[in-house]
């Protein structure tokens, strides 16, 4: 069965840096596209970056763009997050996915939710001062 463990999470002031982290198992990792995604409180989900199968293709949200670098290692079966320049409005829970047909091995524009599955439990990320 498909699972995703995410960690690194944690409070953080604004300006400061996280590295989140994301171990899969249960299937083929690096067969399948991986995204990451964010839900603040009271809203939606939320895809923040996206890496295609290969590593060799990412994408990001407009937000993220110039801040966040998304990685991969598919002999450790991880996806990586950094996350720089953290804003307040960055605040949320951040959690993994796979993509899934047609999307399995690239990124769909705009990282939509509903073209991933078998979502993690998340990792709380909090930036205040």
């Known amino acids: 069965q498909s699972r995703f463990v995410e960690s690194g999470g944690g409070l953080v002031q604004p300006g400061g840096s996280l590295r989140l982290s994301c171990e899969a198992e249960?299937?083929?990792?690096?067969?399948?596209?991986i995204g990451w995604f964010r839900q603040a409180p009271g809203k939606g989900r939320e895809g923040v970056a996206c890496?295609?199968?290969?590593?060799?293709?990412?994408k990001y949200v407009d937000s993220a763009k110039g801040r966040f670098t998304i990685s991969r290692d598919n002999t450790g079966n991880t996806v990586y997050l950094q996350m720089n320049s953290l804003k307040p409005e960055d605040t949320a829970v951040y959690s993994c996915?796979?993509?899934?047909?047609?999307?399995?091995?690239?990124?769909?524009?705009?990282?939509?939710?509903?073209?991933?599955?078998?979502w993690g439990q998340g990792t709380q990320v909090t930036v205040s001062s």
């Open positions: 996915a796979r993509g899934r047909d047609p999307y399995l091995r690239m990124c769909a524009s705009g990282i939509p939710p509903d073209q991933f599955e078998s």
């Open positions: 249960g299937f083929v990792f690096s067969y399948h596209s």
């Open positions: 890496i295609s199968s290969s590593g060799g293709t990412t």
